[in-house]
């Protein structure tokens, strides 16, 4: 069969072009970044996506020993962008946050290799994941934490 112009816009509109979905511009996370922030060591793994959504870790510790940990997930928002959700727990695993709570970090503008929510940032710079984080001190000041991970091997078994 010989395609015309009229059977091939048929058939592009029968099979449109799958439409990007918005976890795309955070699957670059995937896998297991070390590096250090505020003072001390940091890791982080992302699963890869999945159902439009991706779920990771942060480790956060100091002289050896954890002091806090997170669960995130990035998932699509009510208006088709990104969100990132994320749950606080100390290093014996009691929450910060209520149980049905959580720290919602809104979108501005994510694309291939950079995320970027209202407080936080994250830009892939070519293998290093450079994060800043919008933080209030205790004395009510806030402040931009910076953050410089990299891509590691997954942990040993």
């Known amino acids: ?89 100390n290093a014996d695993f009691t929450a910060w946050e209520e149980k049905g709570e959580w720290v919602t970090f809104e979108a501005d503008e994510t694309g291939p290799g950079r995320l970027s929510f209202r407080g936080l940032r994250i830009v892939d710079d070519g293998g290093v994941m450079r994060a800043t984080v919008t933080m209030r001190g205790s004395d009510g000041e806030t402040r931009d934490v910076p953050f410089t991970l990299r891509r590691a091997q997954a942990a040993a078994k």
């Open 1 to 89: 069969m010989i395609a015309t112009p009229f059977i091939a816009a048929l058939m592009a509109l029968a099979h449109p072009a799958a439409e990007a979905e918005p976890i795309e511009d955070a699957a670059w996370l995937q896998g297991r970044w070390v590096g250090t922030g505020m003072g001390g060591e940091v890791e982080e793994l992302w699963s890869p996506p999945l159902g439009g959504q991706m779920v990771g870790h942060f480790t956060y510790s100091k002289d050896g020993a954890p002091v806090f940990y997170e669960l995130l997930l990035v998932r699509p928002d009510a208006d088709g962008g990104l969100e990132m959700l994320v749950k606080h727990f």
